[in-house]
């Protein structure tokens, strides 16, 4: 093994199991030697302690910020506990970090002092600058993760938040309002007060207090309505993330009502083919004309319901009759849309139970079953086409469901048919083999007597 003279080394060690002892490098030497393995081990241990010890030494700091607050009441009480699951401490970030101060001393003059740069309670209206002086700098988030937006403050301050806050309102949300303070998680933790299950929840907390929101003039009832809605029931009772909740409608660090003209295009961000087709019918001028916004006008806003047949047509529960009148165009364009569905929904229905009782009765039906779901396909562009508020549009997507659900109709008579043709043969079958048993039966007695 050849070395290199002009090379420092440091003391490298290798143990040989054979002759119970470690191999070690000495530079000044520049040459190997056996040492006895008792007092290298012990030295080989040590290091390996050190090395383990090192970083717990360094992840238990000292903070005597956590030492003294641990031990106080709400609201100055945080725990290490509550403080281990904000997202900050676990990017390494402290107290001091938005609190200034020196959390190394244990004497509260020095740790609380102002040349500490000891900031002590932030008042309200300085929170949005104060996440903003870390989170509208690129570079510095950048390091803790490359994907965050970085414009959440420039955007708080264009929305009615932000801009009553700039007016010296300090009852409106504030970051700390939505994030929470000393717990703060991700939204990705199903914990975190922002947490797409958990939004409509921390709105409520100032939207749905009547007495809270009393000086603004505005409804406290969304959160209630929102609880019946289908979007409700899709994101808390399925569990489907991607169903809207608050932020999805009225945005989050902007957050702003949506105006009578900007209500489609929020809708349309989920509902893009009802949007187009929305579009290019007559009411879209017609609600443009009255000031009416396009979506919120038939569906409501905070407590849509699911949408059924009943929406559409002339009936009791129809939205068409809340302008439409019996006798215009309208009108009688909504009555005729009804009957097609009526008439589709009809003969998917019959078809449906006449293959469920040719199945139940034990006749191959399946690829008949399969091809009536094409027709409840049908149903369901139907349904969205009704947005068009064009009668022959509707009939277009009606045309071919009707056509699919005749056929399984009539393959259901088929096997009906076929079933009772086997059924009248083998009771005609039943009643030759009975006849000759029981010829069979009276020669045997007529042979014994």
Not at 10 to 23: A, D, M, N, Y
Not at 76 to 99: R, W, Y
Not at 223 to 243: C, E, I, P, Q, T
Request: hydrophobic share 35%; with cysteine; proline share 5%.
């Amino acid at each position: 093994m050849a070395i290199s003279r002009n090379k420092r080394f440091v003391i490298s060690t290798g143990f040989i199991p054979e002759k119970s002892v470690f191999l070690r490098y000495s530079r000044t030497a520049d040459s190997f030697r056996l040492m006895p393995s008792g007092m290298t081990k012990g030295l080989f241990t040590a290091m390996l302690v050190l090395l383990f010890l090192c970083p717990l030494a360094r992840g238990q700091s000292k903070d005597s910020c956590l030492d003294c607050h641990s031990a106080l009441p709400d609201p100055l009480g945080v725990s290490q506990e509550k403080f281990s699951h904000d997202i900050h401490a676990q990017k390494g970030l402290t107290c001091a970090s938005c609190h200034g101060g020196d959390p190394t001393s244990d004497d509260p003059d020095k740790a609380m002092s102002r040349k500490a740069g000891w900031k002590g309670k932030i008042d309200r209206e300085q929170i949005p600058r104060l996440c903003g002086s870390c989170h509208s700098d690129p570079a510095y988030m950048r390091q803790f993760n490359p994907t965050l937006r970085t414009d959440q403050l420039s955007q708080y301050q264009t929305s009615v938040h932000g801009k009553r806050l700039a007016a010296g309102d300090t009852k409106v949300a504030v970051c700390t309002d939505c994030h929470s303070v000393h717990d703060l998680r991700a939204p990705s933790d199903p914990a975190s007060t922002v947490n797409p299950v958990n939004v409509a929840n921390t709105c409520a907390h100032c939207h749905a207090d009547a007495n809270y929101m009393s000086a603004y003039k505005i409804p406290t009832n969304q959160f209630a309505a929102y609880n019946k809605s289908v979007h409700h029931d899709a994101l808390v009772v399925r569990g489907d993330l991607s169903a809207p909740t608050c932020t999805t409608c009225h945005g989050n660090h902007g957050a702003t009502p949506p105006g009578v003209a900007s209500v489609a295009n929020v809708c349309s961000t989920c509902h893009v083919f009802q949007a187009q087709l929305f579009d290019s019918s007559p009411h879209q001028q017609a609600f443009a004309s009255a000031g009416l916004p396009g979506c919120v006008t038939c569906h409501s806003n905070h407590g849509i319901v699911h949408p059924t047949d009943e929406f559409i047509g002339t009936g009791e529960r129809s939205v068409c009759t809340q302008c439409h009148t019996q006798g215009d165009p309208g009108y009688a364009a909504a009555a005729q849309m009804k009957q097609q569905l009526a008439g589709l929904q009809t003969a998917i229905g019959n078809a449906d139970q006449i293959l469920g009782t040719a199945e139940r009765s034990g006749m191959e039906v399946s690829q008949a079953k399969l091809d009536l779901t094409q027709a409840k396909d049908e149903l369901i562009k139907a349904r969205v086409t009704i947005h068009s508020f064009n009668v022959d549009r509707v009939a277009v997507d009606i045309k071919p469901g009707l056509e699919t659900a005749a056929k399984g109709y009539d393959a259901g008579q088929k096997a009906l048919a076929e079933r009772n043709y086997r059924r009248w043969g083998l009771g005609i079958s039943l009643i030759a083999i009975a006849l000759v048993l029981v010829g069979l039966r009276m020669y045997i007695r007529q042979i014994e007597s």
